[in-house]
């Protein structure tokens, strides 16, 4: 038997039951659909993840921290991951500091981490927000999305970066009308002279308290967008973003946690981390291993990064697995259909072997009709798995939207995957077709031709 | 056949036992038949006296218990499952009483089928199948499915599909049981008319004792399993 023989055999006999045919592979394409969906989601987030961390530069850029007790948590259990130990725990990680990491070769700049507690308002709503300082090299670079306004062009320029969302929760829902306006930012500090002639009796027989308020108000600069993917991981994606040089003109907390306090040495106070920009990644083991000589401890997601794509190894199996539920259901179904098959041409096989059909013949029949199953099923499944995607996509984009974020694509078809699935779906039915077709060919002709 | 023909099926002491259970049933039992090439036998017997039996085995559809059967110098009694099929497909063709027509094919597929299993390309087994269906005096319901054919037809239809891959011998197992006496004849007179003009061998299972004597030129009575009387027409 010729094989274009053998295949216009089986799709007769599948036209001939066409709602089963019909059923059967609307199972497949379920399946195939559901894994289709599930995987180009895991690839969609991981593309996304991997495209924000190259895009905001967080590979290249060090964590320097003072070493020695780590700072509690919000959650105990929650550490700060992956720290690198330094060898001493004495040093502090003051401006001197600052000074001598820019100062190694490799390290493009090494700017403090400053942040405080401030108030924020506009017009006629506030909010609590931690106010970052940055550096006007780094508000401008291309890792800060400013899509109103501008960045600052100077550490002394008059003026705050503000985030969407903040701009959003203090009610402005078109960013580009908010820039130019003024933003007020109260901050808080101590009177130190008032705190030398202070008890805490006096505190709360009510007078007043050696703790100060003051407001500025700063030019909105620009409007940034913070991306879907990455967040807040990403110190340049702040809420309210200043350039040191107003930022020394504010009357703060001179330290950014308390927790500062017990790292004093010599009555100096660091900062809680130093910002170090790094030209390439590279430089990164060499220029690590001279800050741990300075005695401060590193934190790089260069270092995360192995682990980030481990876990998403892990989701596409997790994901696949769910959507394998389907794929066994849908392989049950071509089994069950090609029993029923056989049974209703139990006397057509004895025919057909009475003939001259050898088992190879019959069998060969029956894989191509579950082989066509699938082939069909998985082609349709990867039509259903990508319509749907997209319309998920569309509509958590339409809901997010409302909220600010920009428009992101969760899902990813490279061309593998459906190669891949149609692929797989042939495969799982060529698999389900084994037992009905050796069962076909197994068939005893002199029963069958006496049969009804 | 002239009287000196050579043998074309031999069979020695051919037995067939079927399980039935634990309990074992003898359906044929030393059958030992020599059939020269080009001759109408005829096989009668009550019902139940082996025939089909017979016939199955002798048509490669089942295979003995013991004893052999030689078809043109072949054993067929030890081919293996695949060979007993290329022995259908080309050694012998078979007919039946309820015709074993494929009901979602036209007659001329019908006739395609074993050509379509002997690796035959389409536009040369659409020429073979109308040729054969034409021979039979069907090439006007070529595209009619069997449900649309008398019965009269339905086994030329099977007849013509019988002789698609050229066979030397054509088993016939009482292919007149569901037809009318006219049509029985015609039916008959045709096998006896291929048998003359191509030198085909027939082996035909029959109850109709008129029909065997006018056209068999020899008779094997079997009952209960055993050959019990052999001869020419009576």
């Known amino acids: 038997m010729r094989f274009a023989d053998a295949v216009e055999f089986a799709l007769a006999s599948l036209r001939k039951r066409r709602l089963r045919t019909f059923l059967t592979a609307s199972g497949v394409m379920i399946g195939i659909g559901a894994l289709v969906s599930m995987i180009s989601f895991g690839k969609g987030m991981q593309k996304n993840v991997t495209q924000a961390f190259k895009a905001s530069d967080l590979f290249t850029t060090v964590m320097v921290m003072p070493g020695g007790a780590e700072p509690p948590s919000a959650d105990p259990d929650r550490q700060r991951p992956r720290v690198m130990a330094p060898a001493r725990t004495d040093a502090v990680l003051d401006d001197q500091a600052v000074a001598a990491i820019s100062r190694i070769p490799g390290v493009l700049s090494a700017y403090p981490d400053i942040g405080f507690p401030a108030m924020v308002g506009f017009e006629g709503t506030e909010e609590f927000r931690l106010v970052q300082v940055v550096p006007a090299a780094v508000a401008a670079s291309r890792s800060l999305k400013i899509r109103w306004g501008r960045a600052y062009d100077s550490d002394a320029e008059d003026g705050v970066v503000v985030s969407r969302s903040l701009l959003r929760r203090l009610g402005v829902a078109d960013p580009a009308s908010a820039v130019g306006k003024r933003i007020r930012i109260t901050s808080v500090s101590i009177d130190l002279g008032r705190l030398a002639t202070l008890n ?105 990064f192995d682990e980030i794509t481990r876990a998403f190894y892990f989701m596409d199996m997790i994901l696949a697995a769910v959507g394998m539920i389907a794929i066994i259901v849908a392989a049950l179904g071509i089994v069950n259909t090609m029993v029923m098959s056989i049974l209703e041409r139990f006397r057509e096989i004895g025919i057909m072997k009475a003939v001259g059909a050898g088992d190879r013949d019959i069998r060969r029949i029956f894989f191509f009709e579950s082989g066509a199953i699938g082939l069909v099923g998985g082609t349709a499944g990867c039509a259903l798995g990508w319509a749907a995607s997209l319309l998920v996509n569309r509509i958590v984009n339409f809901y997010l939207a409302r909220q600010g974020m920009p428009f992101v694509d969760y899902f990813a078809f490279p061309v593998g995957l459906f190669l891949g699935a149609i692929g797989f779906s042939l495969l799982v039915s060529l698999i389900s077709g084994i037992y009905p077709a050796r069962r076909a060919a197994r068939v005893d002709p002199v029963v069958a031709l006496r049969h009804d | 056949m002239s009287p000196t023909a050579p043998l074309l099926v031999e069979t020695r002491s051919l037995s067939k036992t079927y399980l039935v259970g634990d309990v074992r049933v003898p359906a044929l039992a030393d059958i030992s038949l020599a059939v ?141 049981g569901n037809l009318d006496s006219r049509t029985s004849r015609e039916i008959v007179g045709l096998l006896a008319g291929l048998n003359r003009e191509r030198n085909l061998t027939v082996i035909m299972v029959s109850h109709e004792e008129g029909l065997v004597r006018e056209f068999a030129q020899a008779i094997v009575r079997l009952a209960d399993g055993r050959v019990a009387a052999a001869g020419g027409p009576a």
């Open chain 2, 36 to 176: 020269p090439e080009g001759s109408f036998l005829a096989v009668t017997g009550a019902s139940g006296s082996g025939k089909s039996t017979l016939l199955n085995l002798l048509g490669g559809l089942d295979t003995p218990s013991s004893g052999t059967i030689e078809v043109g110098g072949t054993i067929v009694s030890a081919m293996d499952r695949e060979a007993l099929a290329r022995y259908r497909r080309f050694g012998a063709g078979m007919i039946f009483q309820s015709f074993n027509l494929v009901a979602a094919r036209t007659a001329l597929e019908n006739v395609e089928l074993p050509l379509i299993f002997a690796g035959v390309d389409k536009t040369e087994r659409k020429r073979r199948a109308a040729e054969l269906l034409d021979k039979v005096g069907l090439a006007h319901r070529a595209a009619h499915r069997p449900a649309e054919l008398s019965g009269g037809e339905q086994q030329r239809v099977a007849v013509a599909r019988a002789l698609a891959n050229g066979p030397r011998l054509l088993l016939a197992d009482e292919p007149t």
């Open chain 1, 200 to 304: 805490l009796g006096s505190l709360l027989s009510g007078e007043t308290s050696p703790v100060a308020q003051e407001t500025y108000e700063f030019p909105i600069l620009g409007v940034n967008e913070v991306s879907a993917f990455g967040g807040e991981v990403n110190m340049t994606e702040s809420a309210v973003m200043i350039p040191p040089g107003p930022a020394r003109r504010i009357k703060r907390l001179p330290f950014s946690s308390v927790w500062d306090l017990f790292r004093m040495r010599d009555g100096r106070v660091g900062y809680s981390a130093v910002n170090v920009k790094l030209g390439s990644l590279r430089d990164l083991g060499a220029v690590r291993s001279r800050v741990h000589d300075m005695g401060y401890a590193t934190f790089a997601l260069a270092d995360q």
